[in-house]
């Protein structure tokens, strides 16, 4: 099985500023027919399902804002939020598609400072 | 729009079944483009993908290894719905279930839509 690991656990950012989430697998996810990153990074708050933000590692959903915007290849991704909002308060998390079973990160809570 | 709509007991006592089930609309549990899977929630386990069935001319079924040997999903297609069963169900199967979407890996998105999750407690 392919492991996510989520670095941090979480962090405190102050209203405004950026906010850095980490994610990294055990493996590759690039995939070399179409040289693409089969990774998905979801946003999740209380009493909710986990939200897509990215896909394709670096694809904003449609009606996501375009402060979130995700970057990395291979097994070392980041999930930025270049001014952090307080609707941003939630746990992100990092899901791999490239093979199953399809395994998340443990997440990572972003609260404000 | 595709939606999602869980249902199913809260409560379930140890060794027995936990039966879910996930009502689709805007879509069709017999597309060939798309899988349908349940994944769960705990704060021990965090979010895990427990199996999926999907339609391609014939139907198929892949479950996580953890959960293979007491584990079932069925498509209804009369009723345009999957369910779960688990089997056995111990405390450590209390968690937050959750049906999901998938699109065909050609489109991305990993699980894009997502029901509304149940919370299920294995308790005597």
């Known amino acids: ?113 | 729009q595709v939606q999602l709509q869980q249902s199913g007991p809260g409560l379930v006592k140890p060794s027995q079944t936990l039966s879910l089930t996930c009502v689709i609309s805007g879509d069709s549990v017999s597309s060939n483009s798309v899988t349908w899977n349940w994944i769960r929630q705990s704060p021990s386990r965090g979010l895990e993908w427990l199996g999926r069935t999907y339609y391609r001319s014939k139907w198929k079924n892949e479950y996580a290894a953890i959960v293979q040997s007491r584990i079932a999903i069925n498509a209804d297609t009369s009723k345009n719905q999957l369910s779960l069963q688990l089997n056995s169900v111990t405390p450590e199967d209390t968690a937050v279930y959750y049906c999901a979407r998938a699109p065909g890996k050609g489109e991305g998105y990993g699980f894009q839509i997502w029901g509304q999750g149940t919370m299920v407690t294995v308790s005597s």
């Open chain 1, 1 to 113: 099985d392919i492991v996510m690991t989520q670095s941090p656990d979480s962090l405190a950012v102050a209203l405004g500023e950026r906010a850095t989430i980490n994610c990294k697998s055990s493996q590759s996810v690039l995939h070399s027919s179409n040289n693409k990153n089969y990774l998905t990074w979801y946003q999740q708050k209380p009493g909710q399902p986990p939200k897509v933000l990215i896909y394709w590692a670096s694809t904003r959903e449609s009606g996501v804002p375009d402060r979130f915007s995700g970057s990395g290849s291979g097994t070392d991704f980041t999930l930025t939020i270049s001014s952090l909002q307080a609707e941003d308060v939630a746990v992100y998390y990092c899901l791999q598609y490239y093979s199953l079973p399809w395994t998340f990160g443990q997440g990572t809570k972003v609260e404000i400072k």
